[in-house]
T-cell receptor, first 114, second 109 residues
Framework: DAGITQSPRHKVTETGTPVTLRCHQT?????MYWYRQDPGHGLRLIHY???????DKGEVSDGYSVSRSKTEDFLLTLESATSSQTSVYFC?????????????FGPGTRLTVT | RKEVEQDPGPFNVPEGATVAFNCTYS??????FFWYRQDCRKEPKLLMS???SGNEDGRFTAQLNRASQYISLLIRDSKLSDSATYLC??????????FGQGTELSVKP
């Protein structure tokens, strides 16, 4: 299995609070991604990174920001959590970008916003 | 029309059956194709990449039909352990991976 960890694995938070999710990889892959998965919507890309300090928006980026200060770490921040952001969040990595190569996923973070 | 579509199922099949899933895509310039397996409350795991010539891995066969713009996954001799949701992923040219919503498979004794 690819060396990808996510923390926390579960979190319950209140509306309006900031939340940061962490993705850590040991594969030295250049590309990292944050997805959310919801019933009826499948996996949707939030943000992705193509290198240290290089990030771009995905399909559903509103309300989220990301940072990547090291190759191995990719952080997803919900500046002010809302109930619509209750979801399962997956981090993924790949060694080639633009969907050219397969992506490997972390174990996910279940976030509940009350 | 969605960029990537799958029949959500569920597909309920007996052990030993052969089952096939299709995944249609709208962008004819798509270049990369993958099948993932996702168990309940777990992360998606790569099952197979799909090559133009088709490829096989044990009981699993993946094929690409560019003319009709779909990929398929065939599972032979289904096992109870094959029960999962199968996601297809497609890369539109120059774009990110787009995932289908998944097809649920339930293999019964």
């Amino acid at each position: 299995d690819a060396g990808i960890t996510q923390s926390p694995r579960h979190k319950v938070t209140e509306t309006g609070t900031p939340v940061t999710l962490r993705c850590h990889q040991t594969e030295n892959h250049r590309y990292m991604y944050w997805y959310r998965q919801d019933p009826g919507h499948g996996l949707r890309l939030i943000h992705y990174s193509y290198g240290v300090k290089d990030t771009d928006k995905g399909e559903v980026s509103d309300g989220y920001s990301v940072s990547r200060s090291k190759t191995e770490d990719f952080l997803l921040t919900l500046e002010s959590a809302t109930s619509s952001q209750t979801s399962v969040y997956f981090c993924a990595i790949s060694d080639l970008g633009q969907g050219a190569s397969e992506q490997y996923f972390g174990p996910g973070t279940r976030l509940t916003v009350t | 029309r969605k960029e990537v579509e799958q029949d959500p199922g569920p597909f309920n099949v007996p052990e030993g059956a052969t089952v096939a899933f299709n995944c249609t895509y709208s962008n004819s310039a798509s270049q990369s194709f993958f099948w993932y397996r996702q168990d309940c409350r777990k992360e998606p795991k790569l099952l197979m990449s799909v090559y133009s010539s088709g490829n096989e891995d044990g009981r699993f066969t993946a094929q690409l039909n560019r003319a009709s713009q779909y990929i398929s996954l065939l599972i032979r001799d289904s096992k109870l352990s094959d029960s999962a949701t199968y996601l297809c992923a497609v890369n539109p040219r120059g774009g990110k991976l787009i995932f289908g919503q998944g097809t649920e498979l339930s293999v019964k004794p």
